[in-house]
Nanobody, 122 residues
Framework: QVQLEESGGGLVQAGDSLRLSCAAS????????MAWLRQPPGKEREFVAA????????NYADSVKGRFTISTDNAKNTMYLQMNSLKPEDTAVYFC???WGSGYRKADFGSWGQGTQVTVSS
């Protein structure tokens, strides 16, 4: 089974940028998109963005459209999340995962990484 490991989190101020990385132990099956999800303090895990290994197509949660960009480096089996114009409400633990299911609930994702903390101060 593929192992995923996130990195790149940290403490930043509102308006700053961060880039998260998700390294895969091997190339995930190209039939299944890769995704970022996040879990704010005291809240449920929520979908952020997803990308297809096959054609690079992407989709985003409305809350991050225009500010976050998901991408992959296929040669490195690595996925990224470029986060610009960060807001305090972006504070969360960010996870990468494989999107096995057709929906966007937590149950539609698997092979979770351990998560990386992003904290945005106002």
């Amino acid at each position: 089974q593929v192992q995923l490991e996130e990195s790149g989190g940290g403490l930043v101020q509102a308006g700053d940028s961060l880039r998260l990385s998700c390294a895969a132990s091997r190339r995930p099956y190209s039939s299944y998109p890769m995704a970022w999800l996040r879990q704010p303090p005291g809240k449920e895990r929520e979908f952020v963005a997803a990308i297809s290994w096959k054609d690079g197509s992407t989709n985003y949660a409305d809350s991050v459209k225009g500010r976050f960009t998901i991408s992959t480096d296929n040669a490195k089996n690595t996925m990224y999340l470029q986060m610009n114009s960060l807001k305090p409400e972006d504070t969360a633990v960010y996870f990468c995962a494989i999107k096995w299911g057709s929906g966007y609930r937590k149950a539609d994702f698997g092979s979770w990484g351990q998560g990386t903390q992003v904290t945005v101060s106002s």
